[in-house]
Nanobody, 120 residues
Framework: QVQLVESGGGLVQPGGSLRLSCAAS????????MSWYRQALGKERELVAS????????TYANSVKGRFTISRDNARNTLYLQMNSLKPEDTAVYYC?????????????WGQGTLVTVSS
């Protein structure tokens, strides 16, 4: 069964840190680029960070650059998002996504999301 399961969300005070994890199963994780997205209440889903299949290159949204770090462990089929210096505007449901071009088609797998709430 193809599956992505996020964990690590919760309530944190402004300035605090959280580490999200995304466990993959049922597909060749190391062949897929991975991304974290987030969706705040009443807003569109936005890309937070991406990492290529080998982990050799990453990209970040300007709003999180310098505070968040995306990484992956291909031996453990797991994606991570280290979030530091959290702000109330980081409050959202965070989703991981796996993507790959297969026979000219963009194949994507989404997780169910984990809620991050930044509040005092």
């Amino acid at each position: 069964q193809v599956q992505l399961v996020e964990s690590g969300g919760g309530l944190v005070q402004p300035g605090g840190s959280l580490r999200l994890s995304c466990a993959a199963s049922g597909f060749p994780f190391s062949s897929y680029a991975m991304s974290w997205y987030r969706q705040a209440l009443g807003k569109e889903r936005e890309l937070v960070a991406s990492i290529i299949s080998t982990g050799g290159s990453t990209t970040y949204a300007n709003s999180v650059k310098g505070r968040f770090t995306i990484s992956r462990d291909n031996a453990r089929n797991t994606l991570y998002l280290q979030m530091n210096s959290l702000k109330p505007e980081d409050t959202a449901v965070y989703y991981c996504k796996a993507s790959r071009i297969v026979v000219g088609q963009n194949v994507a797998v989404w997780g169910q999301g984990t809620l991050v709430t930044v509040s005092s």
